[in-house]
């Protein structure tokens, strides 16, 4: 739109007749006068028809929330007992001197910033995406996309685009959704961009992603999608885990350093702060971890093999209580309970090269050393009972030559959830499939 000021900009026109565009917010009568919020995607601002304008006072009285309008009008400065300090716009109004009406709405559900309940809200998503809220959530998930890329960058990594429909299962377990492809073949939704990572390892040495998975587990938890988004990186030359746990912990600082930066307004509004990192992310391997919840929440854990999610929480509460981190690596995880390319070296069995990142009692984040060795990534395939021809497109990678190497997985939605302390990580996804909904629900 030719000539539009954009909202934010208005107390630079004081005294001038501006266009406007966006969204009316609230409207408000008051005797003869109608006030009422335009609002588009940089703030809002108040408008006032008055009656002395016959054509604008009319049509004023017609508009309804969530109309689309273009106003034209004069930014005048608020008398003094009207100004809002410290609020965008609280010094000015726009006198509305024209309304042009780009498309009307029906009758709305609720109010926009009312507070739903989950279901009713991601029922509406087109109409609820449009809150403070959530357009909080979503900002704060472009910076963390931004900053989390940009420090891959920053670290030598070439970004590609790992494709979202495979031939097989990466993870040789994962519940993967399938698809009718061409020539009767049965196809699959990615469920990691595992293999894809690995075999870019060959032209870049360091490779990073941000790919769509699918997952068809029967999860219904608050921490479970069937469609997420991972930030995946790979890295070719490695001694050990070490490397990519460091690449992940500057990735992981660099963004929060930039969110902390950008966004203390949002943490502020959602009660919750910029996490809190030491110098060095504390990393207990697993039974260091399970020890020490006993001692400390004087609680046996279940499982030995594996973190459950009370262990998650409480080594967190411990972290952030004692060593001043939100953030906790976990490593040495028993080989067998990890994926099968995880590498393990003899000295160390039966523990694996793998681990996962906590943040704020839920794991964000799995990461591990590769095998690189041709016959070694047979044998295991073998061991875990799998048909290593079924594997032969990814085992190229292995047969021609490949490095020691790792990588890990930081999964978006979860890692914006805990950022800003959300119950669900389906309130961080902007259109969440699970379970029970693919868009609208799914029928009982
Ligand atoms: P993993 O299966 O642990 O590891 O996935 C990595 C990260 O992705 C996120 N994630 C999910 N988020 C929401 N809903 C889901 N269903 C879901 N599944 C996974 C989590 C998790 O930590 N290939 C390995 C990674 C690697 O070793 O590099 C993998 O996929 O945040």
Redesign the pocket.
């Known amino acids: 739109m030719q000539n539009r000021t954009y909202i934010k900009d208005l107390k630079d026109h004081v005294g001038k007749e501006i266009i406007v565009a966006g969204w009316v917010d609230v409207r408000r009568d008051q005797g003869k006068m109608v006030f009422f919020d335009m609002r588009d995607v940089t703030g809002k601002v108040q408008c006032v028809a008055l009656p002395s304008r016959a054509e604008v006072i009319e049509k004023a009285k017609t508009i309804r929330p969530e109309w689309v309008l273009k106003i034209t009008g004069l930014v005048n400065k608020r008398p003094a007992k009207n100004v809002k300090a410290g609020v965008l716009n609280g010094e000015v109004e726009l006198e509305v001197t024209m309304i042009e009406v780009l498309s009307g709405a029906l009758d709305l559900p609720f109010e926009l910033n009312e507070s739903v309940n989950l279901d009713t809200y991601l029922d509406n998503l087109p109409y609820t995406l449009r809150s403070e809220r959530t357009k909080d959530i979503f900002t704060m998930q472009s910076t963390i996309l931004e900053a989390y890329r940009s420090s891959l960058r920053s670290q030598g990594f070439t970004e590609f685009v790992a494709p979202a429909l495979v031939g097989g299962d990466?993870?040789g377990g994962?519940a993967a959704f399938k698809v009718d492809y061409f020539k009767d073949k049965i196809a699959f939704l990615a469920?990691?961009?595992?293999f894809y990572?690995q075999i870019m390892v060959g032209p870049f040495e360091r490779a990073f992603t941000v790919a769509k998975?699918f997952?068809a587990?029967k999860?219904a938890t608050t921490?479970?999608?069937?469609?997420?988004t991972?930030l995946?990186?790979?890295m070719g030359f490695i001694e050990n885990e070490s490397e990519p746990m460091k690449v992940l912990e500057n990735a992981i600082k660099d963004t929060v350093r930039t969110v902390g930066k950008m966004h203390q307004d949002i943490f502020t509004r959602f009660n919750s702060s910029v996490p809190e990192i030491p110098e060095k992310i504390p990393v207990f391997t697993l039974a260091e971890a399970q020890d020490l919840i006993t001692k400390e929440f004087n609680r046996t854990t279940e499982d030995k093999n594996d973190m459950s999610p009370e262990d998650e929480r409480q080594i967190c509460e411990y972290a952030k209580k004692n060593l001043k981190s939100d953030f906790v690596f976990i490593t040495r995880f028993p080989t067998k309970k990890?994926?099968f390319?995880?590498y393990e070296d003899p000295k160390e069995a039966p523990f694996s090269r793998?681990f996962?990142?906590l943040f704020r009692g839920?794991?964000?984040?799995?990461?591990?050393q590769?095998i690189h060795n041709y016959e070694d990534l047979v044998r295991r395939i073998v061991d875990r009972g799998m048909d290593p021809s079924k594997f032969s497109y990814y085992l190229q990678a292995f047969k021609y030559g490949m490095p020691p190497h790792?990588?890990?997985?930081?999964?978006?939605?979860?890692?914006t959830a805990r950022m800003l302390e959300l119950v669900n990580?389906k309130e961080a996804t902007s259109f969440p499939r699970d379970m029970t909904r693919i868009d609208s629900r799914l029928s009982e």
């Open positions: 990466a993870e994962a469920t990691s961009p595992q990572k998975i997952r587990e999860s921490r479970h999608l069937s469609e997420a991972c995946d990186f790979e990890r994926a390319y995880t793998g996962d990142l839920l794991e964000i984040n799995s990461g591990a590769r790792g990588g890990s997985s930081t999964g978006l939605e979860r890692f990580v």
